[in-house]
Antibody, heavy 123, light 113 residues
Framework: QVQLVESGGGVVQPGRSLRLSCAASGFTFSSHGMHWVRQAPGKGLEWVAVIWYDGSNKYYGDSVKGRVTISRDNSKNTMDLQMNSLRAEDTAVYYC????????????????WGQGTVVTVSS | QSALTQPPSASGSPGQSITISCTGTSSDVGGYNYVSWYQQHQQHPGKAPKLIIYDVNKRPSGVPDRFSGSKSGNTASLTVSGLQAEDEADYYCSSYADKNNLIFGGGTKLTVL
């Protein structure tokens, strides 16, 4: 079945780095844009980053720009998020998310979500 | 980029209809038809959101037609008709925005009385 599985979360000190990974299965990974969306404890959803289906373009939310890098490997059906200079406000559940793609059109909507991986930034 | 504006809470009795608004600007909601809505049940910690509306008013396969979406100017709306107990959840809107951004609303907690 269609599935996204995140890994790599944990407890990290402020200023340190962490790399999150997402493993995709059950669909043609190389056809879909992929995103990271996060949710701080008790808070709403926040878009973090997107990478196009072929990796040709990457865009980031203002709150993480310059500190994170998104990447993908279509041969392995995986996506990563390298997070540097972590801050307390980066504490959240990080979701790997698939962008809805139908008949050649990208809809900037998120149709498949992973279960999330928890990142806690604390000294 | 500021979050889209949603009411923090909404409520209705079973069988009733409720509408949740999502207000942005001409740089996001008003400028594009890429508005989507998500349902997130909080009863189960870590429950991932579920797409219920995309492209302003389209429903993914399997989403009941009790859920409908619309847009007027800079404001999008989600209507839930024939409220059921299982509709109690948090609802988030999202919109594509200028310069390849995506923005979420702050979320609305729907209570079924």
């Amino acid at each position: 079945q269609v599935q996204l599985v995140e890994s790599g979360g944990g407890v990290v000190q402020p200023g340190r780095s962490l790399r999150l990974s997402c493993a995709a299965s059950g669909f043609t990974f190389s056809s879909h844009g992929m995103h990271w969306v996060r949710q701080a404890p008790g808070k709403g959803l926040e878009w973090v980053a997107v990478i196009w289906y072929d990796g040709s373009n990457k865009y980031y939310g203002d709150s993480v720009k310059g500190r994170v890098t998104i990447s993908r490997d279509n041969s392995k059906n995986t996506m990563d998020l390298q997070m540097n200079s972590l801050r307390a406000e980066d504490t959240a559940v990080y979701y790997c998310v698939r962008e809805l793609y139908i008949s050649g059109w990208f809809y900037h909507a998120f149709d498949i979500w992973g279960q999330g991986t928890v990142v806690t930034v604390s000294s | 980029q500021s979050a889209l504006t949603q009411p923090p809470s909404a409520s209705g009795s079973p069988g009733q209809s409720i509408t949740i608004s999502c207000t942005g600007t001409s740089s996001d909601v008003g400028g594009y038809n890429y508005v989507s809505w998500y349902q997130q049940h909080q009863q189960h910690p870590g429950k991932a959101p579920k797409l219920i509306i995309y492209d302003v008013n389209k429903r993914p396969s399997g989403v009941p037609d009790r859920f409908s979406g619309s847009k007027s100017g800079n404001t999008a709306s989600l209507t839930v008709s024939g409220l059921q107990a299982e509709d109690e959840a948090d609802y988030y809107c999202s919109s594509y925005a200028d310069k390849n951004n995506l923005i979420f609303g702050g979320g609305t907690k729907l209570t079924v009385l």
